[in-house]
């Protein structure tokens, strides 16, 4: 049985072209995907992306453990609610999945996963995650997140939110994010435009997906999602990295993290053994 996101039936009433996306029955398109893509880029979309995965790393190891599973260096991420992109990788150095993780407080990060690698995903960090003390990792199933992207994306929040609370949206520098009324809104870019990435409980989410289509904003399909990416020059998973590349051979060396030094991740070896040879690819 295909995963729905709770915003099923509204995608269904739009009268969008639902297609399989890796078990979840999404939205491809409502209409034309090249008005899609362009309403992004002039004014604003937003996107059903609940079908990604929310995952709670908790504990007194959760920072340490971190810190061997991904490839940047997540002590650097100190002040509530600042995130960091980064890969995870396998012993050879081949990309495992690309994420996003937020320092919620010293003993609790929220990671971002992709849905498509969601089972792999899964599986590598629960297998890594067995026998440490001072560790939980716990999926969030019950959120959905919504992603509001374009040039006049903060414009039509500041309808919806109070003044204040628009505010301290506006203020939200690049890979920030702040809690309103129970919605974590981070600031991460996700198209290459303006514009925020909303987690909230499910059962919230379609009201506030009419509200942002009453205030103006179009909704926009996975098929505009991975155009705009693509257009932008952000890396996509499947198709300009995976676990047979490493993120030297995938323009993302600069999510690598080498200091400090004495920092053991996992594929950092192969790393420096690549970059020490040459990139031949």
Request: hydrophobic share 40%; aromatic share 8%; charged share 20%.
């Amino acid at each position: 049985m295909p995963n729905r996101t709770p915003l099923y039936d509204e995608h269904v009433a739009a009268g969008a072209k639902i297609v399989d996306f890796s078990g979840w029955e999404m939205p491809l398109q409502y209409g034309s995907q090249l008005e899609e893509h362009h309403a992004v880029r002039k004014a604003a979309g937003v996107f059903d992306v609940s079908h990604m995965t929310v995952l709670d790393v908790t504990g007194t190891a959760a920072r340490g453990w971190l810190q061997r599973m991904v490839a940047n260096d997540v002590a650097r991420l100190t002040i509530p609610g600042k995130a960091l992109y980064t890969c995870m990788l396998n012993e050879n150095g081949g990309v495992i999945d690309d994420l996003i993780i937020y320092y919620m407080q010293d003993d609790w990060y929220r990671v971002v996963l992709n849905a498509g690698t969601h089972d792999k995903d899964m599986a590598w960090l629960s297998r890594h995650a067995a026998g440490v003390d001072g560790l939980e990792l716990k999926e969030r199933p019950e959120l959905a997140m919504l992603a509001i992207q374009g040039p006049e994306a903060l414009a039509a929040l500041a309808r919806i939110f109070t003044a204040s609370e628009a505010d301290s949206i506006n203020v939200l520098s690049p890979f920030q994010a702040c809690e309103i009324n129970n919605m974590f809104i981070g600031r991460t870019g996700y198209t290459g435009e303006d514009g925020v990435e909303i987690i909230l409980p499910g059962d919230q989410a379609t009201g506030l997906w009419r509200k942002l289509l009453d205030a103006g904003v179009r909704p926009i399909g996975l098929g505009a999602r991975d155009t705009l990416r693509l257009e932008a020059g952000m890396a996509l998973y499947g198709s300009d990295m995976d676990e047979t590349t490493t993120p030297l051979e995938s323009g993302l060396g600069w999510t690598v993290a080498w200091q400090p030094g004495e920092r053991e991740f996992i594929g950092r070896k192969a790393l420096e053994l690549q970059k020490q040879q040459g990139v031949a690819r």
